[in-house]
C-alpha cells in the first residue's frame, strides 16, 4: 500500500486510541507539503539548467516509530523515519530518505556509566557543486553513519572522569561528489570538576582523524588526503538561577593535512549557548559559536575552514496547545579549496537564515504545523568555492502518532 493512502487509515487509529495510556514506544505518520523557490540553490542572475525547473513542490509522507524504554538501571531509546518524497517538477528527483538513531544510556555500580549511540540518515543534497563549480545533473542522495561511545567514572562525585570514542562517515550517490566524501574518527578523554552548586568546569583532549579518499580524483595518481585535528578543551556548565542556564567552551586546535596543507590551521574555536526558561510562555536560547571544518555549527564542506555564527531562537506558547517561535542565524565562514585544475583558493562568505513557524497540537497524538525560511549566502573571490544564493522556503506539515 502507498504510504499516502496509509494516512488516514493510521489517524483513524489514533482517534481511537487517543485516550490509551501512554507507553514506551509509538507509531505514525506525517506528511509535508513545502515550496522552495530555489531547490538547487542557484547562484543569483544565473539560467536556470534545462530541463529543470527552479522552484518546486515537494510532498512527503512519512513513517515514524520510536521507543523510550527504562531496563533497570538502563534506557533503550531510539527513533526511525522512512520517507518518500515526490517533486512536482523536478520528478527524477523522486526518492526515498530515512533518519534511524538508537541509543542506550548505561550505569553500574561503583559510579560507572554512560552512552552508547549510532545513527544513520540518507537526504537528498542539491545544493552542492561539483569540483568544477557547475550544477548537479542527477540527484544526490547523502549518506551518513555515525556511532559514538561514551563511559563516565564518577557520577555524582565532585570529580568525574571521562572518556570518548567516536566514527562517521558521509558517501554520496553522485560520481562527481566522491570528492566530498570522507571517513572519520575520534576520541577524547577529560575531568569535570564539580565547584560547588550548580557549576561544573571541565579540561579534556581531542583528537581526530578524517580520511577523504577521493578528495584530488583526477587530479593526483593518490587522490586521497587525510586530516589529522588535535584540541584542548575548557568547558564550563553553569546555572546562575532556575530559570537560566550556560554553557561555554574554549577550544585551541591545530590541524595538519598530508596533501592539502593549505587547509592547515592553527587557532582557537569554542562556543557559548545561553537558555532562559523562566516557566512561562517565552522561551529564549542564544548560540555564539566559532567552529572549525565538519565541527561547523552551519552546514558546510570539506572546503570549510572556520565559521563564526549567531543563533537565535524565541519560543512562545500563544495558549495551551499552540506554540510560535522566530529564529535567525547569522554566519561568517572563511574558506579554503582546490580549482578543477589543482590551483589552491581561498575566500570568505557570509550568510543568514531567518525562520518563522506555528505548531499546534490538536491532542496528545495529532500536531500540525507551518514553517517559512529565508536564507541568503553572500559572494565569495572563489567561484569555485561556494556560490551566493538566496531562497524562500515555506511549508505545513502534520503528524499523527500512537503512543
Known amino acids: 500500500m502507498a504510504p499516502h493512502r496509509l494516512l488516514p487509515l493510521v489517524l483513524a487509529c489514533v482517534a481511537c486510541a487517543a485516550g490509551a495510556e501512554t507507553g514506551p514506544y509509538y507509531l505514525g505518520v506525517a506528511q ?4 522552495d523557490d530555489n531547490l538547487l540553490r542557484l547562484r543569483d542572475g544565473t539560467a536556470t539548467p534545462a530541463g529543470r525547473s527552479r522552484s518546486d513542490t515537494v510532498s512527503n509522507t512519512s513513517l515514524v ?65 561539483t569540483a568544477a563549480g557547475r550544477e548537479l545533473s542527477e540527484a544526490n542522495y547523502e549518506s551518513t553513519r555515525r556511532v559514538d561511545f561514551v563511559a563516565r567514572l564518577g557520577g555524582v562525585s565532585t570529580l568525574t572522569f571521562e572518556v570518548g570514542a567516536g566514527a562517521r562517515s558521509v558517501d554520496y550517490s553522485a560520481s562527481s561528489m566522491a ?8 576520541a577524547s578523554a577529560g575531568l569535570r570538576w564539580r565547584l560547588g552548586g550548580s557549576t561544573r568546569l571541565g579540561l579534556g583532549v581531542r583528537r581526530t582523524q578524517a580520511d577523504y579518499p577521493k578528495l584530488f580524483t583526477g587530479l593526483l595518481a593518490d587522490p586521497e588526503d587525510r586530516r589529522r585535528r ?26 595538519r593535512h598530508d596533501v592539502f596543507d593549505e587547509r592547515d590551521f592553527t587557532g582557537t574555536s569554542g562556543s557559548l549557548d545561553w537558555r532562559l526558561n523562566d516557566g512561562g510562555r517565552t522561551r529564549l536560547a542564544l548560540r555564539l559559536a566559532r567552529d572549525e571544518g565538519q565541527d561547523s555549527e552551519v552546514v558546510t564542506s570539506v572546503f570549510s575552514r572556520t565559521t563564526d555564527s549567531l543563533r537565535v531562537q524565541v519560543d512562545y506558547d500563544l495558549t495551551g496547545k499552540v506554540t510560535l517561535n522566530a529564529r535567525a542565524l547569522l554566519f561568517r565562514r572563511t574558506l579554503a579549496g582546490t580549482s578543477a585544475q589543482g590551483v589552491p583558493e581561498k575566500g570568505r562568505d557570509s550568510g543568514n537564515q531567518l525562520g518563522l513557524g ?16 529565508r536564507e ?21 506539515s502534520a503528524q499523527a502518532v500512537l503512543q
Request: aromatic share 8%; hydrophobic share 30%; with cysteine.
Open 32 to 35: 509535508s507539503v513545502t515550496h
Open 65 to 129: 516509530a520510536g521507543l523510550d524504554q527504562p531496563i533497570g538501571r538502563q534506557r533503550l531509546h531510539g527513533s526511525a523515519t522512512l520517507s518518500a518524497t515526490r517533486y512536482a517538477e523536478n520528478d527524477d528527483f523522486d526518492g526515498t530518505t530515512y533518519a534511524l538513531d538508537l541509543g542506550l544510556d548505561w550505569e553500574t555500580v561503583e559510579h560507572l556509566s554512560g552512552e552508547l549511540t549510532t545513527a544513520a540518515t540518507r537526504t537528498l543534497r542539491q545544493d552542492f557543486r
Open 179 to 186: 570528492f566530498r566524501e570522507y571517513h572519520q574518527r575520534d
Open 230 to 255: 588535535d584540541a584542548l578543551d575548557l568547558s564550563l556548565k553553569w546555572t546562575p538561577t532556575g530559570s537560566s542556564s550556560v554553557d561555554a567552551r574554549v577550544s585551541r586546535t591545530r590541524t
Open 358 to 373: 506555528a505548531r499546534w497540537q490538536a491532542s496528545r497524538a495529532i500536531s500540525v504545523g507551518c514553517d517559512l525560511r
Open 376 to 396: 541568503r549566502r553572500g559572494d565569495n573571490p572563489g567561484l569555485e568555492l561556494t556560490s551566493a544564493y538566496s531562497a524562500t522556503v515555506w511549508g505545513c
